[in-house]
């Protein structure tokens, strides 16, 4: 019977069966990806597939137990405690992990927490070191990742925060096999990306009732979009102005000649690794470039001009046109239209 402050222990690692499930479905590109020998190396993930000792184990310790399956560790976690009047503690960097899961999950864009786990056992114990004394006498990897308590917070605990256990998703596995799914990705995406695009200061648990995803799912998927650089950084627009200082920016058209092997983006890095650049685009017309610099003078940016990029080899010629006024920025109005405070008079 469960009670509140039992360890939880998990042993081997988890989504063993759903890695090999993936390596059978994807083999031509794992294999065009990784080496023969780590694809190969999955094969054996099936030796770890029984759990008869586990549950011997279990049984002689009296400890309650769990067989990780379809859902993975978040799935069996969220059934195990479903009759428990009470929450856990877990820490999902403690969950043991096997190396070649972690990369396939990244190159598939999966969850390997929500993957097939068959191979490995949840267990509830008041005597964790009894137990993993049982276990790693029987050649069994095993480990505490956390446990029982007395509240009725479902608690994950990962490096940039705390989450919450939610209702168990659909297996990995079949995120990667159904074209539906991904199509249902790339819609979640469009809205995450929409919103945050204007608000990245919103926190995600409000973000995720906005936008009805499910929390944990809405964090995976930022990450992903981190990692892939299809977000790239969050930044916050200012009007200095307002703030008190004084900050002059000027668009510079650039013309430039190619060498011979050399394109555009050669050219373009050398001039955007410059602290004073801001933002550096390709354009058509009669200019090449289009180049963003920020100063705290006219006399800077034109220093700038005059003595960094105009000397560069592959720069013909400049044009520079300095910011006035802004009036829309990144999607944002500056300059608001002040509104008429008189009240009108019928005559």
């Known amino acids: 019977m469960l009670r509140p402050e039992m360890d939880i222990i998990i042993t081997k690692y988890t989504a063993l069966y759903g890695t090999w499930l993936l390596k059978g479905r994807h083999k031509k590109r794992l294999e065009g990806y990784f080496n023969s020998r780590f694809v190969y190396g999955i094969e ?19 400890c309650d137990v769990f067989p990780i399956a379809e859902g993975g560790i978040t799935a069996a976690l969220w059934y195990f405690i479903s009759g428990f009047k009470g929450g856990i503690d877990v820490s999902l960097e403690e969950i043991p992990i096997r190396q070649e899961t972690v990369e396939i999950c990244e190159l598939l864009g999966v969850s390997p ?73 790339r819609i979640m995406r469009k809205k995450i990306l929409s919103y945050i695009e204007k608000n990245s200061r919103v926190d995600l648990k409000e973000l995720s009732i906005m936008l009805d ?99 560069l080899e592959n720069v013909l010629s400049t044009k520079t046109n300095f910011v006035l006024k802004k009036y829309k920025d990144f999607g944002t109005i500056m300059a608001k239209p002040k509104k008429d405070e008189r009240q009108k008079v019928m005559i």
Request: hydrophobic share 35%; aromatic share 8%; charged share 30%.
């Open 44 to 62: 054996r993930f099936a030796d770890f597939f029984s759990i008869t000792k586990e549950l011997e184990i279990a049984k002689k310790c009296e």
């Open 213 to 311: 995803i499910n929390e944990d799912e809405l964090l995976n998927e930022l990450q992903k979009m981190e990692k892939e650089s299809v977000i790239c950084g969050y930044h916050t627009l200012i009007d200095w102005e307002k703030a008190g200082e004084e900050k002059v920016n000027a668009l510079i058209e650039v013309s430039v000649t190619l060498e011979r092997g050399q394109g555009f983006d050669k050219i373009a890095e050398r001039i955007y690794n410059y602290p004073e650049v801001s933002s550096v685009y390709l354009i058509s017309g009669s200019y090449d470039l289009l180049v963003g610099i920020e100063g705290k003078s006219l006399k800077e940016v034109s220093s700038f001009v005059s003595n960094k990029l105009s000397v």
């Open 113 to 185: 927490y929500e993957l097939n786990g068959i191979g490995s056992v949840l267990i509830a114990t008041d005597n964790a070191s009894k137990v993993l004394n049982e276990l790693h006498g029987a050649d069994i990897p095993a480990k505490v990742i956390g446990k029982l308590t007395d509240s009725n917070d479902k608690i994950l605990r990962r490096a940039d925060g705390i989450r919450h256990l939610d209702r168990p998703a659909i297996d990995s596995y079949y995120r990667s096999i159904d074209p539906l799914y991904k199509r249902k990705v």
